[in-house]
C-alpha cells in the first residue's frame, strides 16, 4: 500500500494494529509519522492514549508494555516507535507482533534501510502488518514529482525553474517540500513560479547555478563557464562541489549513453532527457562540440575532480579551484 493510500484509510479512520515503515526515502515515511502523531486522535485523546519513543532510547520491554496498554476514554491508542533502526534488541517485539491488540495502533518507522526478508521478524511482519517501503525517487522522476507537488498547492512552475530547484538539491524530497512551501509561503497571491521567484525566495542564483554551468560547458564557453565558478568561489555555500559534479555527471552520462543507442532521433532521446527541451538541446551541443572520445574524457575527469573533491589526492584546493581545472582540461587540452 503507498503512502497516500494509507493517509486516506486514517483519515476515514479505518486503522488496522500494526504498521512497518522503512525504506531510504524519509519524506513519505516522516509524512506519515506526522499525520499519526498528531492526527489519529483529538487532543484529548491523546494526553491518555499516545506514547511515542525513540529507537535510540527505547526498550523493547517499555514499549511491549505500551502496546498491551487497553486506551483511556477512547477507542484506540496510539504508539509510534520513531529512529526503530537504532533500537537493540527490536526482534524481541516479535511476540506482540505475533499477536497484536486491535485498540493499540502500534506504528514503527524503520528508516533510511529496509528489515532483511530472511529474519522471523520481517516474515512475522509481512503476515501481521501493513508495510510499506518509501524507496528513493529515481533521478529521472524529481522534475515530475516537483511539478506536481507545486500543482497540488495550486501553483505551476516554469520547466527551467524546475530545473534549477532540482539540480540546486537533488532528490532530497524533504528539503525540496520545504523550499516549495518556502515559496508558497513568499508568492503573495502569484501561481506561476519562475527563475526570479527561485533566485529571490531560496537563494539559487538563476544566472550562477548548475544548470548554467552545464549550458556553458555544453557550448565550449569557456569565458562564461569561469564566470560562474568565480561566483561559486566567492559564495561558497551556494554551489559546492559535491552538489556540482554528480548533477553534471548525470546529464553528460546520459548523452555518454546516446552513442549506444540505434535510434539517436528527437524522438527516441526525449525520454531519456525528461521531455525537457533545454536539457536535449544542451546534449546535441556537447555531441557536436565534444565527440564521443571528448565526452569519454569528460566523465573520466568527472570522477577524478570528485575524488579530488573528497580530499582523495588533493586537500588544500578549493572547490570552486577544482572545477576551473576540471573546466580548463574539459575544454582545451
Known amino acids: 500500500m503507498s503512502a497516500e493510500k494509507i ?3 486514517w483519515k476515514k479512520k479505518d486503522f488496522k494494529p500494526l504498521y512497518w515503515f522503512d525504506g531510504e526515502e ?4 516522516d509524512q506519515l509519522m506526522d499525520h499519526a502523531e498528531h492526527k489519529i486522535l483529538s487532543a484529548s485523546e491523546a494526553e491518555f492514549n499516545l506514547t511515542v519513543f ?3 532510547d527505547a526498550d523493547w520491554a517499555s514499549v511491549l508494555n505500551a502496546c498491551k496498554r487497553y486506551p483511556m476514554f477512547a ?3 496510539v504508539v509510534l516507535l520513531k529512529e526503530a533502526q537504532h533500537m537493540k534488541d527490536i526482534e524481541k517485539l ?3 507482533i505475533e ?3 486491535a485498540s493499540t495502533i502500534f506504528i514503527v518507522a524503520y528508516k533510511t534501510k529496509t528489515l532483511d526478508k530472511r529474519t522471523k521478524l520481517y516474515k512475522l511482519l509481512s503476515k501481521n502488518a501493513e508495510v510499506f517501503t518509501s524507496a528513493k525517487i529515481k533521478d529521472e522522476k524529481v522534475q515530475d514529482w516537483i511539478a506536481e507537488m507545486v500543482k497540488a498547492k495550486g501553483y505551476e512552475m516554469q520547466p527551467k525553474a524546475i530545473s534549477l530547484l532540482e539540480e540546486h538539491i537533488g532528490n532530497d524530497l524533504s528539503r525540496i517540500a520545504n523550499e516549495i512551501d518556502k515559496l508558497s509561503l513568499n508568492l503573495e497571491g502569484k501561481k506561476q513560479i519562475d527563475e526570479d521567484d527561485i533566485e529571490k525566495y531560496i537563494g539559487i542564483s ?3 547555478n548548475v544548470f548554467e554551468l552545464l549550458a556553458a560547458i555544453s557550448k565550449k564557453d ?10 561559486f568561489e566567492s559564495n561558497p555555500k551556494a554551489v559546492p562541489i559535491q552538489l556540482a559534479l554528480p548533477a553534471l555527471y548525470a546529464n553528460i552520462s546520459k548523452v555518454y549513453a546516446v552513442y549506444g543507442m540505434n535510434d539517436k532521433s528527437d524522438a527516441a532521446l526525449r525520454p531519456m532527457f525528461y521531455y525537457n527541451p533545454n536539457s536535449l538541446r544542451q546534449a546535441h551541443d556537447i555531441m557536436k562540440n565534444y565527440g564521443y572520445g571528448g565526452v569519454e574524457k569528460m566523465l573520466l575527469l568527472l570522477h577524478h575532480y570528485n575524488l579530488k573533491g573528497v580530499g582523495v589526492g588533493d586537500t588544500g584546493t578549493s572547490g570552486a579551484q577544482l572545477m576551473k581545472e576540471m573546466v580548463v582540461k574539459m575544454m582545451v587540452e
Open 7 to 9: 493517509l486516506s484509510s
Open 26 to 29: 524519509d519524506y513519505y515515511i
Open 54 to 56: 525513540y529507537g535510540r
Open 75 to 77: 477507542e484506540k491508542q
Open 94 to 96: 516479535e511476540s506482540y
Open 99 to 101: 499477536a497484536p491488540l
Open 206 to 208: 538563476k544566472e550562477y
Open 222 to 231: 569557456l569565458s562564461k563557464a569561469i564566470r560562474i565558478l568565480n561566483y
